[in-house]
């Protein structure tokens, strides 16, 4: 595929939906084709099992189970929307992908990270992003973050415990670690304005 596909992650309010804004800004000021989307969602019937996910009523839901959606999103959202404007050449910043569920769901949930990521391999097919940034936060700082920001709806992943939040992080570092040619870690609790010099100048890297 001609196009370039680069995803952002990292714990609850690392900044990652702010710096990204900022970086498509750029990219199409410079004409680059740049398509902004996310996981969950980033077309509809991503975006319906994303409500199902993160719905605060759905206390029951088992682990698994929520680990299946994320695949099952992931997979929709590649077919539909990825994969077609890879095709065309465009450059994709996607706000999470793999990395969020074997940090949430292998690692922070317990399901271990090599049972999430074969169900992701056949949810994708191995479709990897070829840059990853990882904005690095601490949870007390993250969630400060989000429990200040106006608009910011409170979901049901957020309401975990701190212990949860503090094992995504770990899981995150710990992918660092293993790929770390893929997965540049980010401070994240930098001012914004270094945040995003740094982000931008790791993405202009990979662009054709
Ligand atoms: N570097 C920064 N320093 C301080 N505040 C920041 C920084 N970056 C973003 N913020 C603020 O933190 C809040 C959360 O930011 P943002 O929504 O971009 O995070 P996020 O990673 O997309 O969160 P989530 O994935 O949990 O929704 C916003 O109010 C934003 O203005
Ligand atoms: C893709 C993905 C996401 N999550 C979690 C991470 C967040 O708590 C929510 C998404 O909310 P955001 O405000 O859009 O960041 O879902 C996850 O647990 N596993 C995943 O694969």
Known sequence: MKGVFITVEGPEGAGKTTILNRV???LKDKGIDV???????????AEQIRSVILNKENKAMDARTEALLYAAARRQHLMEKVIPAM??????????FI?????YQG??????????ASINAFATDGMM?????LFDVRP???????????GREVNRLDLEGLSFHEKVREGYLLLAKQ???????IDAEQDEESVFQQAIKKIEKVLP
């Open 99 to 103: 990395d969020s569920s074997l940090a």
């Open 24 to 26: 498509v800004m750029q």
């Open 179 to 185: 790929e770390a040619k893929r997965i540049i870690v």
């Open 35 to 45: 398509l902004p989307t996310r996981e969950p969602g980033g077309i509809a019937i």
């Open 107 to 116: 690692h922070a949930r317990g399901l271990g990270m090599d049972e999430v």
């Open 87 to 96: 095709e065309r050449g465009a450059v994709v910043l996607c706000d999470r």
């Open 140 to 150: 007390e700082v993250g969630l400060q973050r989000i429990h200040q920001h106006d």
């Open 129 to 133: 992003p070829s840059l990853t940034l």
